[in-house]
């Protein structure tokens, strides 16, 4: 028996009741679509087309650069109005292709055409993968090919299917799975092709029972499949977390799943495997959720990649109340924002609005309480990192495992002084990971010399 | 300007509780011992509460001006500390001297050392110990019964106060001496002692509301009381004798210190192991002043020699990450 929960992690208002039970309705765009080139994990892709060009729906308009990369897909049928740089929802102005839709829908040859999986081979599934553009949706957008692909295949004992949803707020896995399980239930099968050894094993947050229950029923026949019900605590749907739950393994932040045994992929990724292979049909669309106690009508959009999150909020009967902050992703780990003029990408999957801003207080002095350290599922001592990370004192933050923190917010949340202290110590790692770069940089650069 | 959007880093949600919260519910734990004390000492007892308070807050408030600190007066730290010392004071001391512990206690404990977070010790033990290293006389000298005239002309002619209360030996006293105490009373608090240290009952139902809170653990009161209990079977001289042992842990303050003193977060250690060796050796310290000693302030002296020793036994039980083999020590 597997342990169903974890160390530290805490009790938020969920807020899911707001949109959980609105089904999800397909929104079409109106104004142009933009792609940004970077919406994964790795180097930003090559674009495939330029200026004045007709592109259809599933058309590959960038392609991936180099092996951690992600191709990009068109999600629409138009043209190439221009190849710029755009705002998008971490704040960041990326190169992006910019489509006018001709609003016709135009597909691909071959689109959408059914193929038994059961017959296909390992590697023409992992290149199914790799051509549809699948990244982790879950947030982070770790290219799912290069997940797929470990060093041995027969070493994988487990294949995880994430569908906690443990971010408040969020609903799009829950409507997912109770709107789509059989595309979540086959697109694990697909994954389990791969590994021979492999079980499948569904986590599902004990918040979401109908769902649970769904799940069970549809794979009681299925002895390869198991479905685990985890408490409901943030963040339950962290890799980390999530590993040691369903399979009592630890990872640490220098270890991926793989070397464990183990492959996690968020439910939205499974559900894009099966349409990439069963369906050719690539990802180029998602759901959404709009939520907060600023938007008027809370609910969940399936949407096409590139449309504009004003045109969401729009469709959602806009704000009730004037908004003070905008979050994309959910409110423990997701960005804040200026503007929501930003496109749906692979990575940028809801919508807030928050009529107050809970977290626009005051710091006032540690008390030493020991929340944040009971709070850590990570087991670490933030109060401590986050001082020495305020002070730069870099070597101790190593010693204290600073590295080792998954930015997932419990600090922050529990402690009563209102102290930054995820915020610092996200920002301590992000300083000594580029120190340690230039270093690098500099050493090559000394070498290169050298040689000469 | 009302379309500009707040950004900040993530989280973007914070819990209710917060600093000032905490240091209500410690208040509010704390009431039912306050209210025993004024009870069982009279309404004197209230005014020595009110006047090491007020003593506190305004130290606290004038230091912050004085040093031009943005204070931050609603955090009731200033309140609880006062509210502490107060209960560990005995119901016939000068006003003036509970003045100058409020203000030792604030002003050279916690404000000297950098204020809420940075005291190395428990302010309301240390002003407690120090008044009674200053006025040994006057801060031993328990009351049993109560006060007659509890007027506030007290303030004037406050050297009269003492005598007209009984003063006589105190349970722990009476322990020493080979007699046997009624644990019935100890357990209500009807006995000699400081205001709030006397009912047993008041506090554990102040600790239990704490629990319930979750502001404290009981990790560090029960290795403390039963560590000490051990020590008093082992090194009592009584051997297994109820009366005797429930008399110790009754009597003497240990109820009060255990679990509101030596829990102070900033003075005790974070993880739960560390807790259990600072609980394990106030224990043992009480015993040895108590028992070993003939020191009737065992418990403040044994609580705040573990706070001296709470970094050194932070450092000692630094947790290890999550799925990492071992961490290299750090100085």
Same mark, same amino acid.
């Not at chain 1, 409901?232 to 045994?261: I, M």
């Not at chain 1, 949340?413 to 120190?435: D, M």
């Not at chain 2, 139902?205 to 008093?232: D, E, M, Q």
């Given at each position: 028996?597997?342990?169903?929960?974890?160390?530290?992690?805490?009790?938020?208002?969920?807020? %899911?009741?707001?949109?959980?039970?609105?089904?999800?309705?397909?929104?079409?765009?109106?104004?142009?679509?933009?792609?940004?080139?970077?919406?994964?994990?790795?180097?930003?892709?090559?674009?495939?087309?330029?200026?004045?060009?007709?592109?259809?729906?599933?058309?590959?308009? @960038?392609?991936?650069?180099?092996?951690?990369?992600?191709?990009?897909?068109?999600?629409?049928?138009?043209?190439?109005?221009?190849?710029?740089?755009?705002?998008?929802?971490?704040?960041?102005?990326?190169?992006?292709?910019?489509?006018?839709?001709?609003?016709?829908?135009?597909?691909?040859?071959?689109?959408?055409?059914?193929?038994?999986?059961?017959?296909?081979? %390992?590697?023409?599934?992992?290149?199914?993968?790799?051509?549809?553009?699948?990244?982790?949706?879950?947030?982070?957008?770790?290219?799912?090919?290069?997940?797929?692909?470990?060093?041995?295949?027969?070493?994988?004992?487990?294949?995880?299917?994430?569908?906690?949803?443990?971010?408040?707020?969020?609903?799009?896995?829950?409507?997912?799975?109770?709107?789509?399980?059989?595309?979540?239930?086959?697109?694990?099968?697909?994954?389990?092709?791969?590994?021979?050894?492999?079980?499948?094993?569904?986590?599902?947050?004990?918040? %979401?029972?109908?769902?649970?229950?769904?799940?069970?029923?549809?794979?009681?026949?299925?002895?390869? $499949?198991?479905?685990?019900?985890?408490?409901?605590?943030?963040?339950?749907?962290?890799?980390?977390?999530?590993?040691?739950?369903?399979t009592g393994r630890k990872l640490n932040s220098k270890k991926l799943p793989a070397d464990v045994g183990c492959i996690v992929n968020n439910v939205a990724t499974v559900a894009a495997i099966y349409k990439a292979?069963?369906?050719?049909?690539?990802?180029?669309?998602?759901?959404?959720?709009?939520?907060?106690?600023?938007?008027?009508?809370?609910?969940?959009?399936?949407?096409?990649?590139?449309?504009?999150?004003?045109?969401?909020?729009?469709?959602?009967?806009?704000?009730?109340?004037?908004?003070?902050?905008?979050? =994309?992703?959910?409110?423990?780990?997701?960005?804040?924002?200026?503007?929501?003029?930003?496109?749906?990408?692979?990575?940028?999957?809801?919508?807030?609005?928050?009529?107050?801003?809970?977290?626009?207080?005051?710091?006032?002095?540690?008390?030493?309480?020991?929340?944040?350290?009971?709070?850590?599922?990570?087991?670490?001592?933030?109060? %401590?990192?986050?001082?020495?990370?305020?002070?730069?004192?870099?070597?101790?933050?190593?010693?204290?495992?600073?590295?080792?923190?998954?930015?997932?917010?419990?600090?922050?949340?529990?402690?009563?002084?209102?102290?930054?202290?995820?915020? #610092?110590?996200?920002?301590?790692?992000?300083?000594?990971?580029?120190?340690?770069?230039?270093?690098?940089?500099?050493?090559?650069?000394?070498?290169?010399?050298?040689?000469? | 300007?009302?379309?500009?959007?707040?950004?900040?880093?993530?989280?973007?949600?914070?819990?209710?509780?917060?600093?000032?919260?905490?240091?209500?519910?410690?208040?509010?734990?704390?009431?039912?011992?306050?209210? =025993?004390?004024?009870?069982?000492?009279?309404?004197?007892?209230?005014?020595?509460?009110?006047?090491?308070?007020?003593?506190?807050?305004?130290?606290?408030?004038?230091?912050?001006?004085?040093?031009?600190?943005?204070?931050?007066?609603?955090?009731?730290?200033?309140?609880?500390?006062?509210?502490?010392? @107060?209960?560990?004071?005995?119901?016939?001391?000068?006003?003036?001297?509970?003045?100058?512990?409020?203000?030792?206690?604030?002003?050279?404990?916690?404000?000297? =050392?950098?204020?809420?977070?940075?005291?190395?010790?428990?302010? @309301?033990? /240390?002003?407690?110990?120090?008044?009674?290293?200053?006025?040994?006389?006057?801060? /031993?000298?328990?009351?049993?019964?109560?006060?007659?005239?509890?007027?506030?002309?007290?303030?004037?002619?406050?050297?009269?106060?003492?005598?007209?209360?009984?003063?006589?030996?105190?349970?722990?006293?009476?322990?020493?001496?080979?007699?046997?105490?009624?644990?019935?009373?100890?357990?209500?608090?009807?006995?000699?002692?400081?205001?709030?240290?006397?009912?047993?009952?008041?506090?554990?139902?102040?600790?239990?509301?704490?629990?319930?809170?979750?502001?404290? #653990?009981?990790?560090?009161?029960?290795?403390?009381?039963?560590?000490?209990?051990?020590?008093?079977?082992?090194?009592?001289?009584?051997?297994?004798?109820?009366?005797?042992?429930?008399?110790?842990?009754?009597?003497?303050?240990?109820?009060?210190?255990?679990?509101?003193?030596?829990?102070?977060?900033?003075?005790?250690?974070?993880?739960?192991?560390?807790? $259990?060796?600072?609980?394990?050796?106030?224990?043992?310290?009480?015993?040895?002043?108590?028992?070993?000693?003939?020191?009737?302030?065992?418990?403040? =002296?044994?609580?705040?020699?573990?706070?001296?020793?709470?970094?050194?036994?932070?450092?000692?039980?630094?947790?290890?990450?999550?799925?990492?083999?071992?961490?290299?020590?750090?100085?």
């Amino acid at each position: 028996m597997a342990r169903l929960t974890f160390m530290g992690g805490i009790h938020t208002y969920e807020g %899911k009741e707001l949109s959980k039970d609105k089904p999800t309705t397909v929104l079409l765009p109106k104004g142009d679509l933009v792609f940004p080139l970077s919406q994964h994990i790795g180097a930003p892709a090559k674009p495939l087309v330029s200026k004045g060009d007709v592109v259809s729906v599933g058309q590959m308009i @960038a392609e991936a650069d180099g092996y951690i990369s992600s191709n990009i897909i068109s999600s629409v049928s138009g043209t190439v109005k221009a190849i710029e740089r755009r705002l998008t929802a971490t704040g960041k102005m990326e190169e992006s292709i910019v489509i006018t839709n001709d609003n016709e829908y135009k597909k691909i040859e071959g689109y959408g055409q059914s193929r038994d999986y059961t017959k296909m081979s %390992k590697e023409k599934i992992r290149e199914a993968v790799k051509d549809a553009g699948i990244v982790g949706l879950g947030g982070a957008g770790f290219p799912t090919h290069v997940k797929l692909t470990p060093k041995d295949d027969s070493k994988i004992d487990y294949v995880i299917v994430n569908g906690a949803e443990c971010e408040p707020y969020l609903t799009y896995d829950y409507r997912l799975m109770l709107e789509e399980p059989q595309m979540v239930i086959e697109g694990l099968k697909i994954i389990l092709q791969l590994f021979d050894n492999a079980k499948g094993i569904i986590g599902i947050e004990d918040n %979401k029972p109908d769902v649970i229950e769904k799940f069970k029923e549809l794979t009681a026949a299925d002895s390869k $499949i198991e479905v685990q019900a985890l408490k409901t605590k943030y963040p339950q749907g962290g890799e980390r977390q999530l590993v040691y739950v369903t399979t009592g393994r630890k990872l640490n932040s220098k270890k991926l799943p793989a070397d464990v045994g183990c492959i996690v992929n968020n439910v939205a990724t499974v559900a894009a495997i099966y349409k990439a292979v069963a369906k050719s049909t690539p990802l180029t669309n998602r759901i959404v959720t709009i939520s907060g106690d600023a938007v008027a009508e809370p609910q969940n959009f399936n949407v096409p990649f590139g449309m504009s999150f004003s045109e969401i909020a729009q469709a959602a009967g806009g704000f009730k109340a004037q908004p003070k902050k905008l979050v =994309f992703g959910g409110p423990m780990m997701g960005h804040a924002m200026y503007s929501y003029d930003v496109p749906v990408t692979k990575t940028a999957n809801s919508l807030l609005g928050f009529v107050k801003d809970e977290s626009a207080v005051e710091e006032s002095p540690c008390i030493q309480c020991g929340r944040c350290y009971f709070k850590c599922p990570l087991n670490l001592l933030p109060m %401590k990192l986050q001082l020495m990370g305020l002070n730069n004192e870099d070597e101790k933050f190593l010693q204290l495992g600073g590295m080792e923190c998954c930015g997932c917010g419990c600090c922050s949340f529990i402690c009563p002084a209102n102290r930054s202290l995820t915020q #610092t110590i996200v920002q301590t790692k992000q300083r000594i990971i580029e120190k340690r770069n230039e270093e690098h940089e500099l050493h090559e650069l000394h070498k290169e010399h050298a040689a000469k | 300007m009302s379309d500009l959007y707040n950004v900040s880093a993530a989280p973007h949600t914070r819990s209710p509780i917060k600093t000032n919260s905490i240091m209500q519910d410690v208040i509010i734990a704390l009431i039912p011992a306050s209210l =025993f004390g004024i009870f069982n000492f009279g309404l004197r007892a209230l005014l020595v509460i009110l006047v090491t308070v007020l003593s506190c807050v305004v130290t606290e408030h004038v230091y912050c001006k004085l040093m031009k600190i943005k204070s931050n007066p609603w955090d009731y730290s200033d309140v609880l500390t006062g509210l502490l010392l @107060a209960l560990n004071l005995p119901v016939g001391i000068p006003y003036w001297m509970a003045i100058l512990g409020g203000i030792f206690a604030i002003l050279i404990v916690k404000m000297l =050392f950098g204020g809420l977070g940075q005291n190395f010790m428990n302010p @309301a033990l /240390a002003a407690r110990v120090f008044l009674f290293i200053s006025f040994p006389g006057r801060m /031993a000298s328990f009351l049993l019964d109560k006060v007659s005239s509890p007027a506030v002309t007290d303030f004037l002619r406050d050297g009269a106060l003492v005598l007209d209360g009984v003063s006589g030996a105190t349970p722990l006293g009476q322990l020493k001496a080979g007699e046997t105490v009624d644990l019935l009373k100890m357990f209500v608090g009807h006995i000699g002692g400081t205001i709030g240290e006397t009912s047993a009952l008041a506090l554990l139902i102040g600790a239990a509301y704490l629990f319930y809170r979750k502001v404290i #653990t009981p990790i560090i009161p029960f290795s403390y009381i039963l560590s000490f209990a051990v020590f008093a079977l082992l090194f009592g001289g009584h051997g297994f004798d109820m009366n005797y042992l429930l008399g110790q842990v009754l009597g003497g303050g240990l109820i009060l210190g255990a679990f509101f003193m030596a829990t102070d977060y900033v003075t005790s250690p974070i993880t739960p192991k560390g807790q $259990i060796i600072f609980g394990v050796f106030l224990g043992i310290m009480t015993g040895v002043f108590r028992i070993i000693g003939s020191s009737v302030e065992g418990v403040s =002296f044994a609580i705040l020699l573990g706070n001296l020793l709470v970094p050194l036994i932070d450092m000692f039980t630094r947790p290890r990450a999550f799925g990492k083999e071992r961490v290299k020590d750090v100085k």
